[in-house]
């Protein structure tokens, strides 16, 4: 078990040139190692040769922005989009789907490009949903081309989920 803390220690010691409160870290470290692992690996994924935090606030809406994503569209909305992230191997942190916008959270790995994945996922969305739901044929497309993209670089990563998780409650 010790050799598994030294190792960790090591990581972790290299990893701590990013960290602005070295000192601090270092005492926080010492007191509560578990804590800290499970802090570490929250916070950021691991790929082969990659340790990242690559947090994206998505938004788009249907053409029109018209109220159609409720009650059974809304749903197999949701398990569409949380299938096509994890097939590129990224992770939804939050999603609300609102009558008329999709709020999404997600954290992806760095080989796959947000615009990809935005793509994918308002494409596949839009032919399933479409293709299970006659009544959206009505409309000519499903999605607008437009969507809103950001990173959780100028804003906390908590901030951007709190306001995805609140759409509700405005």
Not at 103 to 124: E, F, I, N, Q, T
Request: positive net charge.
């Amino acid at each position: 078990m010790t050799k598994i803390f030294k190792k960790l220690a090591l990581v972790v010691n290299a990893l701590m040139e990013t960290f602005r409160e070295k000192a601090t870290f270092r005492k926080t470290l010492r007191l509560f190692p578990e804590y800290l692992i499970f802090i570490f690996v929250e916070r950021y994924s691991k790929g082969n040769k990659t340790v990242y935090a690559l947090n994206y606030h998505i938004v788009w809406s249907p053409k029109y922005r018209r109220s159609i994503l409720v009650g059974d569209i809304k749903k197999r909305l949701e398990t569409i989009i949380e299938e096509t992230v994890c097939e590129k191997r990224g992770k939804v942190l939050a999603m609300e789907v609102m009558p008329d916008h999709v709020h999404l959270c997600v954290s992806l790995s760095p080989d796959v490009a947000p615009y990809k994945m935005v793509k994918l996922a308002k494409g596949r969305s839009s032919n399933m949903l479409r293709k299970e739901f006659p009544e959206l044929l009505k409309m000519p497309t499903l999605w607008t081309r437009s969507y809103f993209i950001a990173t959780s670089g100028t804003v906390s990563t908590e901030t951007i989920l709190n306001y995805v998780k609140s759409q509700w409650d405005k």
